[in-house]
């Protein structure tokens, strides 16, 4: 099957570049033909590439270690779910994921837009191909997932532990569906660049496709939050990591062009920032997938010895510099229909919050890149971490939400001062009574950022929530429907406005978490025999038990926590590291147990208000003699084994494997008999949860926004708007 | 006011502002960054008492109790160092994954003393080629 794999690889390379061909070639010479043909090379290409993808999952499926990248990430005793997933868990099976995701998001725009942007959808067809061409090249010849080995191992190495979690399975298909479907309004802004087609056209068939790269790369990151917090044992959701960056860069481009957009569609303003907009956010996708591929996170010099990094330079240098040509080249035919008559109106708004959002992509931007550029120009690595974000996105963020509830409240074009006492004296109410209890409380006036983050999150929420109510009043008026009735007849009848909305209310919520959770959390650490306590934040936590496991995957040493408060009990936490063997066949039989991958099982009170997080780290100091003397002993038997006959030698091995799991079962005992001290990292963090809460009214809101109008309520609107259209001529 | 003056004005603002961010941003990155020195470099440079960021890729591990000893190895060259290290082990470290450790010399010691907690391991991308392959 690997044959047929690797011929699939070829083929749709070969399908791409003839659909690239076909076409330009239609595109030039005005055939239709063609172009219907190079339309029809992204449904093979689709088709081509889910056989491939199908193919290299039932190897993983089958546990066929003849293909190499099942031997290097899954095993026989790998679980199903993880088994299916581990695909993408490669360098090759998420660069196939990367092609396969693309060919079937550019069928789906295709298909939707055979009959329209007729001129502009050849050149978009060519550069999605261009894009297929691309990494179906890496697939083909650098990373190739098709790869076989002559003489399989009986078993395969597994899955890396860490991953082996629901969230960050899902985590790479969202990214990457976000980073393919950002690629959509890329080429379509470069078909309509092209073709000096730069009117709205091209924004309004790409704008849910822009939408829904929003929304899988925003549900990507927090994924990928989650699972920083309850598995990689340090107790955060955010580190600043070169990796989160990659993702949060064109989410935030994006987020600026989703809004901007809306200024063209209204007033024919900011072509060229929606135009320029788009192509930084298609770049940055294709950074994104470089950063984590080329080795350039390590190094410049890493970089320089990586196969996949002068690829993407190539690439990326082509994109840059022809979306930055395009954009020169067709500056006469980007000038905008309207000005901007007041800073006081929504457009002004918008345009004040893209900045705020290009502003945090390029600190960002500038940060993660600041090692390597001080690498270049200094031959030293500058290392910087989270303290050199902070001083810009803390306040960047604050206007952000501020903006964020003002562009619902604020009229578009000028706002009067009737407008502004009506519209805005619930809200500012609102954030200003937050902001005395706030006061009152006591502690948060010490920490201003946050305090103005709940102050303005307030503000956002009260923002929301009286446009919703005004509209689900107005509604009422009109049909007289009960309010749950009118509230959602309001909300399905207008999706983007209202999906807006609460996607607005989700990121106050989100945003009040990390502020409530970064500024005011607790953290210990300690170390604890069995019957002893620490207090956390007022959290009696007791060490109460030690408990243990030891299987031929791993061996694991945890312990059972008591939590109580007030002298009630709370909850109680199992908390447990496992110890992965290494592969590495030069350390001991016994000691490789505690030289390969760890893993933190957290021990999580996951509540409203507060977060308890618990993370054990064993000492292994009492065991290691006991270590070192299993290795030596295994050692001397493997020997004396290997001087025996070949079937002498595979009995005794064999032997020996049930003696090494019964002592790795010993040291399970030793550990629940005799416990000894263990250290603790012992966290309480406020309104984590609400992090979570927001990511889920942000993911609903973007679903509405995203949900199709129904057809009939298309047309009953059409209809109504052209007999008013009538009515006005008339 | 002339729409077009109006126009440079608010231009010359926003650039200025820009302008403003970028030098602030540059400032902080120098103000707030610390050198990180790889392998080789700290076999040169380092002196005992004085603590350096060690940045690089762990080419071994092995336990000693409650203390990690493990080899970061220069990117560039094939030159290693042996540190000690007490304190919180991050989860995602192992061998072949990108680390940064704060570290002292001990006198003449080959062998440098990694501060309490002061460990961090980048990322482990799913994505990242498994250790040792060319990617």
Same mark, same amino acid.
């Not at chain 1, 570049?17 to 090379?41: E, K, P, T």
């Not at chain 1, 903006?403 to 001062?417: E, F, K, Q």
């Not at chain 1, 009990?569 to 016994?590: K, M, S």
């Given at each position: 099957?690997?044959?047929?794999?690797?011929?699939?690889?070829?083929?749709?390379?070969?399908?791409?570049?003839?659909?690239?061909?076909?076409?330009?070639?239609?595109?030039?010479?005005?055939?239709?033909?063609?172009?219907?043909?190079?339309?029809?090379?992204?449904? !093979?290409?689709?088709?081509?590439?889910?056989?491939?993808?199908?193919?290299?999952?039932?190897?993983?499926?089958?546990?066929?270690?003849?293909?190499?990248?099942?031997?290097?990430?899954?095993?026989?005793?790998?679980?199903?779910?993880?088994?299916?997933?581990?695909?993408?868990?490669?360098?090759?099976?998420?660069?196939?994921?990367?092609?396969?995701?693309?060919?079937?998001?550019?069928?789906?725009?295709?298909?939707?837009?055979?009959?329209?942007?007729?001129?502009?959808?050849?050149? !978009?067809?060519?550069?999605?191909?261009?894009?297929?061409?691309?990494?179906?090249?890496?697939?083909?010849?650098?990373?190739?997932?098709?790869?076989?080995?002559?003489?399989?191992?009986?078993?395969?190495?597994?899955?890396?532990?860490?991953?082996?979690?629901?969230?960050?399975?899902?985590?790479?298909?969202?990214?990457?569906?976000?980073?393919?479907?950002?690629?959509?309004?890329?080429?379509?802004?470069?078909?309509?660049?092209?073709?000096?087609?730069?009117?709205?056209?091209?924004?309004?068939?790409?704008?849910?496709?822009?939408?829904?790269?929003?929304?899988?790369?925003?549900?990507?990151?927090?994924?990928?939050?989650?699972?920083?917090?309850?598995?990689?044992?340090?107790?955060?959701?955010?580190?600043?990591?070169?990796?989160?960056?990659?993702?949060?860069?064109?989410?935030?481009?994006?987020?600026?062009?989703?809004?901007?957009?809306?200024?063209?569609?209204?007033?024919?303003?900011?072509?060229?920032?929606? !135009?320029?907009?788009?192509?930084?956010?298609?770049?940055?996708?294709?950074?994104?997938?470089?950063?984590?591929?080329?080795?350039?996170?390590?190094?410049?010099?890493?970089?320089?010895?990586?196969?996949?990094?002068?690829?993407?330079?190539?690439?990326?240098?082509?994109?840059?510099?022809?979306?930055?040509?395009?954009?020169?080249?067709?500056?006469?035919?980007?000038?905008?229909?309207?000005?901007?008559?007041?800073?006081?109106?929504?457009?002004?708004?918008?345009?004040?919050?893209?900045?705020?959002?290009?502003?945090?992509?390029?600190?960002?931007?500038?940060?993660?890149?600041?090692?390597?550029?001080?690498?270049?120009?200094?031959?030293?690595?500058?290392?910087?971490?989270?303290?050199?974000?902070?001083?810009?996105?803390?306040?960047?963020?604050?206007?952000?939400?501020?903006?964020?509830?003002?562009?619902?409240?604020?009229?578009?074009?000028?706002?009067?001062?009737?407008?502004?006492?009506?519209?805005?004296?619930?809200?500012?109410?609102?954030?200003?009574?937050?902001?005395?209890?706030?006061?009152?409380?006591?502690?948060?006036?010490?920490?201003?950022?946050?305090?103005?983050?709940?102050?303005?999150?307030?503000?956002?929420? !009260?923002?929301?929530?009286?446009?919703?109510?005004?509209?689900?009043?107005?509604?009422?008026?009109?049909?007289?429907?009960?309010?749950?009735?009118?509230?959602?007849?309001?909300?399905?009848?207008?999706?983007?406005?209202?999906?807006?909305?609460?996607?607005?209310?989700?990121?106050?919520?989100?945003?009040?978490?990390?502020?409530?959770?970064?500024?005011?959390?607790?953290?210990?650490?300690?170390?604890?025999?069995?019957?002893?306590?620490?207090?956390?934040?007022?959290?009696?936590?007791?060490?109460?038990?030690?408990?243990?496991?030891?299987?031929?995957?791993?061996?694991?040493?945890?312990?059972?926590?008591?939590?109580?408060?007030?002298?009630?009990?709370?909850?109680?936490?199992?908390?447990?590291?496992?110890?992965?063997?290494?592969?590495?066949?030069?350390?001991?039989?016994?000691?490789?147990?505690?030289?390969?991958?760890?893993?933190?099982?957290?021990?999580?009170?996951?509540?409203?208000?507060?977060?308890?997080?618990?993370?054990?780290?064993?000492?292994?100091?009492?065991?290691?003699?006991?270590?070192?003397?299993?290795?030596?002993?295994?050692?001397?038997?493997?020997?004396?084994?290997?001087?025996?006959?070949?079937?002498?030698?595979?009995?005794?091995?064999?032997?020996?494997?049930?003696?090494?799991?019964?002592?790795?079962?010993?040291?399970?005992?030793?550990?629940?008999?005799?416990?000894?001290?263990?250290?603790?990292?012992?966290?309480?963090?406020?309104?984590?949860?609400?992090?979570?809460?927001?990511?889920?009214?942000?993911?609903?809101?973007?679903?509405?926004?995203?949900?199709?109008?129904?057809?009939?309520?298309?047309?009953?609107?059409?209809?109504?708007?052209?007999?008013?259209?009538?009515?006005?001529?008339? | 006011?002339?729409?077009?003056?109006?126009?440079?004005?608010?231009?010359?603002?926003?650039?200025?502002?820009?302008?403003?961010?970028?030098?602030?941003?540059?400032?902080?990155?120098?103000?707030?960054?610390?050198?990180?020195?790889?392998?080789?470099?700290?076999?040169?440079?380092?002196?005992?008492?004085?603590?350096?960021?060690?940045?690089?890729?762990?080419?071994?591990?092995?336990?000693?109790?409650?203390?990690?000893?493990?080899?970061?190895?220069?990117?560039?060259?094939?030159?290693?160092?042996?540190?000690?290290?007490?304190?919180?082990?991050?989860?995602?470290?192992?061998?072949?994954?990108?680390?940064?450790?704060?570290?002292?010399?001990?006198?003449?010691?080959?062998?440098?003393?990694?501060?309490?907690?002061?460990?961090?391991?980048?990322?482990?991308?799913?994505?990242?080629?498994?250790?040792?392959?060319?990617?």
């Amino acid at each position: 099957m690997a044959l047929v794999g690797r011929a699939l690889l070829i083929l749709g390379l070969g399908v791409s570049v003839y659909g690239i061909g076909a076409s330009l070639y239609g595109a030039l010479q005005g055939g239709q033909r063609w172009v219907d043909s190079g339309r029809r090379a992204v449904y !093979a290409l689709a088709g081509v590439m889910t056989l491939a993808f199908v193919i290299l999952e039932a190897a993983f499926l089958r546990s066929d270690f003849s293909f190499n990248v099942v031997a290097g990430h899954s095993s026989t005793t790998t679980p199903t779910f993880y088994k299916a997933t581990a695909a993408w868990s490669s360098q090759e099976g998420s660069l196939l994921l990367w092609v396969w995701l693309l060919s079937l998001w550019s069928s789906l725009i295709l298909f939707l837009t055979r009959r329209k942007v007729r001129e502009i959808a050849p050149y !978009a067809t060519a550069v999605l191909l261009g894009f297929a061409t691309f990494f179906g090249s890496l697939t083909a010849f650098f990373a190739n997932p098709f790869a076989t080995t002559a003489n399989p191992p009986s078993e395969g190495a597994g899955l890396n532990p860490l991953l082996r979690h629901a969230s960050m399975m899902f985590h790479p298909p969202m990214l990457y569906s976000g980073y393919t479907l950002l690629a959509i309004p890329f080429a379509f802004a470069i078909g309509a660049l092209i073709t000096r087609r730069l009117n709205s056209e091209w924004i309004q068939v790409t704008r849910r496709f822009a939408l829904a790269a929003w929304l899988f790369l925003g549900i990507g990151i927090l994924l990928g939050a989650r699972w920083s917090y309850t598995e990689l044992g340090w107790g955060g959701y955010w580190a600043w990591d070169p990796v989160e960056n990659a993702a949060l860069m064109p989410w935030l481009c994006c987020t600026a062009f989703i809004h901007s957009i809306m200024i063209q569609e209204k007033r024919g303003m900011l072509k060229v920032w929606n !135009a320029s907009l788009i192509l930084a956010s298609g770049t940055l996708a294709v950074l994104g997938t470089f950063l984590v591929r080329s080795g350039i996170l390590d190094s410049i010099h890493a970089f320089g010895a990586s196969t996949l990094g002068v690829p993407f330079v190539i690439l990326l240098g082509v994109m840059v510099t022809g979306s930055v040509a395009l954009i020169i080249w067709r500056r006469a035919d980007l000038r905008s229909d309207s000005q901007l008559d007041s800073l006081l109106s929504r457009e002004a708004v918008f345009l004040f919050q893209n900045l705020v959002l290009v502003g945090m992509t390029f600190v960002i931007f500038w940060v993660t890149f600041f090692p390597l550029i001080s690498e270049a120009l200094t031959g030293t690595k500058v290392s910087v971490g989270p303290p050199a974000f902070r001083p810009f996105i803390v306040p960047l963020a604050l206007v952000l939400v501020l903006l964020s509830g003002v562009g619902p409240l604020i009229a578009w074009r000028r706002v009067t001062a009737a407008n502004l006492r009506r519209s805005f004296a619930f809200p500012v109410a609102a954030g200003l009574v937050a902001l005395v209890v706030l006061l009152l409380v006591g502690g948060v006036s010490k920490r201003p950022f946050a305090l103005a983050m709940f102050c303005l999150g307030t503000f956002v929420i !009260a923002s929301v929530g009286q446009e919703l109510w005004r509209g689900v009043r107005a509604r009422r008026a009109m049909t007289r429907d009960p309010v749950p009735r009118a509230f959602l007849q309001l909300i399905r009848r207008n999706r983007r406005r209202y999906g807006g909305y609460i996607v607005h209310a989700g990121l106050a919520v989100l945003l009040i978490g990390v502020a409530a959770s970064s500024s005011f959390q607790h953290s210990h650490d300690v170390v604890l025999r069995p019957g002893q306590q620490a207090v956390v934040d007022g959290y009696r936590i007791t060490y109460v038990r030690p408990i243990a496991r030891a299987t031929a995957e791993k061996i694991s040493f945890g312990a059972v926590l008591d939590v109580a408060k007030g002298g009630r009990h709370v909850q109680t936490l199992t908390t447990t590291r496992g110890f992965y063997p290494a592969q590495d066949p030069t350390l001991g039989v016994v000691g490789r147990f505690f030289n390969g991958e760890e893993e933190s099982q957290v021990g999580l009170r996951a509540g409203l208000t507060k977060d308890i997080w618990t993370v054990i780290s064993p000492d292994l100091t009492p065991i290691q003699p006991l270590i070192n003397q299993g290795d030596q002993v295994f050692l001397k038997a493997m020997s004396a084994a290997a001087a025996l006959p070949p079937a002498q030698a595979r009995a005794q091995i064999t032997n020996l494997f049930a003696a090494r799991d019964a002592a790795i079962g010993a040291l399970a005992d030793r550990w629940v008999r005799h416990p000894w001290a263990a250290e603790f990292l012992l966290i309480v963090s406020p309104l984590v949860t609400w992090i979570w809460l927001g990511a889920i009214v942000i993911a609903i809101g973007g679903l509405i926004a995203l949900w199709p109008v129904p057809v009939l309520a298309r047309r009953r609107a059409t209809s109504a708007y052209a007999a008013r259209l009538a009515r006005e001529l008339a | 006011m002339d729409p077009s003056r109006k126009r440079a004005i608010r231009l010359t603002v926003a650039l200025t502002a820009a302008l403003l961010l970028a030098s602030a941003l540059v400032y902080t990155s120098f103000s707030a960054g610390r050198d990180e020195l790889t392998a080789s470099q700290l076999l040169h440079q380092a002196v005992p008492g004085k603590s350096y960021i060690l940045a690089g890729t762990v080419i071994s591990q092995q336990r000693d109790g409650s203390a990690l000893l493990f080899r970061v190895r220069d990117p560039k060259l094939h030159v290693s160092v042996p540190v000690r290290y007490t304190g919180i082990i991050p989860d995602p470290f192992a061998v072949g994954r990108g680390v940064l450790v704060t570290v002292q010399k001990q006198g003449s010691d080959t062998q440098f003393v990694g501060e309490q907690d002061s460990l961090t391991t980048k990322c482990p991308s799913k994505y990242q080629a498994a250790a040792g392959s060319k990617y």
